[in-house]
């Protein structure tokens, strides 16, 4: 069974930069569909980026120029770097794994105040 675990979340100010890091588990990893998504209080969960396995990627309008998401097949890890924050950003992160379902992991907040 494929698990995730994400970290790298915490306060910053904006304009600052943090880098979200998510570990699965599970041989499964180099082929499937990786993904950021990230969900606001009261909002929807929206997705933020995602990457194939063969490292084409996708991102939202909203976080283009400021965001870029990676993979390490070898290490099975999925990477966030966000530059430019802004309190827009402000939401729980949540890494998911697409191959014929979803997994999701636990998430981890990232808060963007002064």
């Known amino acids: 069974q494929v698990q995730l675990v994400e970290s790298g979340g915490g306060l910053v100010q904006p304009g600052g930069s943090l880098r979200l890091s998510c570990v699965a588990s599970?041989?499964?990893?180099?082929?499937?569909?990786m993904g950021w998504y990230r969900q606001a209080p009261g909002k929807q969960r929206e997705l933020v980026a995602s990457?194939?396995?063969?490292?084409?990627?996708n991102y939202a309008d909203s976080v283009k120029g400021r965001f870029t998401i990676s993979r390490d097949n070898s290490r099975n890890i999925v990477y966030l770097q966000m530059n430019s924050l802004k309190p827009e950003d402000t939401a729980i992160y949540y890494c998911?794994?697409?191959?014929?379902?979803?997994?999701w992991g636990q998430g981890t907040q990232v808060t963007v105040s002064s």
């Open positions: 990457i194939s396995y063969s490292g084409s990627t």
């Open positions: 599970g041989s499964i990893f180099s082929i499937a569909v």
């Open positions: 998911n794994l697409k191959l014929n379902g979803n997994v």
